[in-house]
């Protein structure tokens, strides 16, 4: 019974979120803005961890504690916006962050975006797979930009649905994600020393993998597993990367692969099978179509041109 108790509750659908919240059902079965300043509604801190089959996005007065620079805090305390795509374990069976509410809510169900461009385009958004201290923190300017989309989605809610209705509010719901999405890149360059900070972790992180051979037993080492080992979310890993190199993390293990397989290609006398398994390659033709598309040279034709 007791792991029955730990298992997180899903939401399948808007009317049953508001119903859980004990609100009235929403206007439309698709998608809801959930507006604390009047509802109270703290669909932000069910009393357990949740999953929800629709998207989720808020706008919270206080994120989590501002990531640390040298001796002091750097971000804006204005509060910020979290994300979560459907099928997401949000929050805790515990009241850790009981303090913290979103004064707007936005569900989004997937099929509301059906047949629209923003269908695809939405699962091309790194923040929706971020961690919640990994939250967009908002500038005063920025935080009244964001309220004012919100407000014009919710006055479109209010307003007599007709047939040009659902245009409007994915229109709408794509500049709140427009704007996300240049306010994150903002926030990338403001935490530039702390990202600088992070790829030398990263570089290190590799450089040990490679020399103590954990590639052998362990294989190529993956997004994730460097994520876990800087305490980050692997998409915030990788959207990190390209704002400081211009390539995400699957791209910068490549890179790391290619430099230690020149190593050992122009310094031992290793066959090109016996290099692709060093470097955890688990067939030598992977690492052969790699190597090529990398260098244009194949490995033979690179330690001969070496040499």
């Known amino acids: 019974m007791k792991k029955e108790e730990n298992i997180p509750h899903r939401f399948d659908s ?3 979120a508001h119903r859980a919240l004990g609100l009235p059902q929403p206007k439309h079965p698709l998608i809801s803005l959930l507006n604390n300043t009047t509802t109270r509604a703290e669909f932000s801190r069910p009393p ?13 007065p206080k994120l989590s504690p501002p990531i640390k620079y040298g001796q002091g805090h750097y971000d804006f305390d204005e509060g910020g916006l979290l994300f979560a795509a459907p099928n997401q374990v949000i929050g805790s069976n515990n009241n850790e962050n009981a303090a913290e509410c979103s004064l707007y809510t936005l569900l989004i169900h997937p ?3 059906w047949n629209y461009p923003l269908a695809k385009k939405i699962k091309q958004y790194g923040f929706f797979s971020y961690a919640a201290n990994e939250g967009l923190h908002l500038s005063d300017q920025e935080k009244a930009t964001i309220i004012s ?7 479109e809610l209010n307003s007599r649905i007709d047939d040009l209705s659902q245009d409007v509010i994915i229109s709408q719901v794509e500049l709140l994600l427009t704007y996300a999405d240049r306010f994150y890149k903002r926030q990338f ?13 990263l570089e290190g992180i590799l450089e ?21 080992k800087l305490n980050i979310s692997s998409s915030y890993l990788s959207d990190m ?26 310094t031992t006398n290793l066959s090109v099978s016996e290099v692709a398994y060093a470097l955890g390659f688990e067939h030598p033709q992977s690492f052969s179509k790699l190597f090529k598309t990398k260098t244009n040279f194949s490995p033979l034709e690179f330690r001969r041109s070496f040499n």
């Open 14 to 16: 808007l009317t049953e």
């Open 48 to 60: 357990q961890a949740h999953v929800l089959n629709f998207y989720k996005i808020s706008y919270r």
């Open 111 to 113: 099929d509301f975006l």
């Open 149 to 155: 989309v919100f407000q014009m989605i919710e006055e």
């Open 189 to 201: 360059i403001t935490r530039k020393a702390i990202g600088s900070s992070l790829l030398q972790q």
């Open 208 to 228: 040990a993998y490679f020399n103590n051979e954990k590639s052998l037993t362990a294989g190529i080492p993956t997004v994730q597993f460097l994520a876990e």
């Open 241 to 266: 990367l390209r704002s400081l190199t211009g390539q995400n993390a699957q791209q910068h293990i490549h890179d790391k692969l290619i430099e230690k397989a020149k190593e050992k290609l122009s």
